[in-house]
């Protein structure tokens, strides 16, 4: 019947982006290596489903660079170097520059156009994640830093009211962070080490004042580069 076979569909829909998450953070957190190779079959027995949803989420994080498809053995975790962590970094940087025009031309965006109401709801919001995110770093939480650095990320860059350069930014973060934690998982220690700016850069922003927003990232970036090439030497 055509409504069982939508329901099915969608259950196997929402089966494949539940794989394909808890796999993307099974590597965030370091816990599949970086060419660590696994099967479709070994996958499926692990979550205890059918092969086709873990096939197609595969697939989905092989596009998205964190796999590697091999025809012959399977997939496996993408391995990145310094470089391409130093390519990405410039990417995002790129992108974001972007949305910083965009702020200083005056252009509203989605969330602007709203009611003055709504627009501050939502910068409370951004502004949560980023304390959240701050405690984390504090802590040397890798793992909460993370998830609440992406969320913050995801929610700020959709003031801009682009959602193609929000997807695409949110795409970067994601690899920069499975590149960055092969080699802060080194770390025994990793308080004073991760970036804590998140609420300075939503009040800077919030002031139109983008000379600020851009300094402070500009040095997070540059710190960011020069520990993951420490590190790699190491």
Known sequence: MPGSSGNGAVTRSTLRQQIADALRDEVLAGRLQP?????????????????????????????????EADQHRGFRVHEYSVEDYRGMIEARS????GMFLQLEEGRESVRESGSPERVAAAINGVRRRGEEAQ?????????????????????????????????FLHRLRVQTWVCAVQHLRR????????????????????????????RMLA???????????RLAEE
């Open 219 to 229: 040095e997070y970036n540059a710190d960011s580069v020069a520990l993951v090439e």
């Open 35 to 67: 060419g660590q190779e696994f099967t479709v079959k070994e996958i499926a027995e692990q979550y205890g489903v059918s092969a086709t949803p873990v096939r197609e989420a595969l697939v989905d994080l092989s596009a998205q660079e964190l796999l």
């Open 94 to 97: 790129l992108i974001i520059e």
């Open 135 to 167: 405690r984390a770093a504090a802590a040397g939480d890798l793992t909460v830093l993370i998830g609440y650095d992406l969320r913050f990320w995801r929610e700020l860059s959709d003031f801009f009211g682009n959602p193609y350069l929000a997807d």
């Open 187 to 214: 770390l025994t220690d990793l308080r004073g080490h991760l970036w804590s700016g998140h609420t300075d850069l939503v009040d800077a922003l919030y002031r139109r004042d983008t000379a600020t927003a851009r």
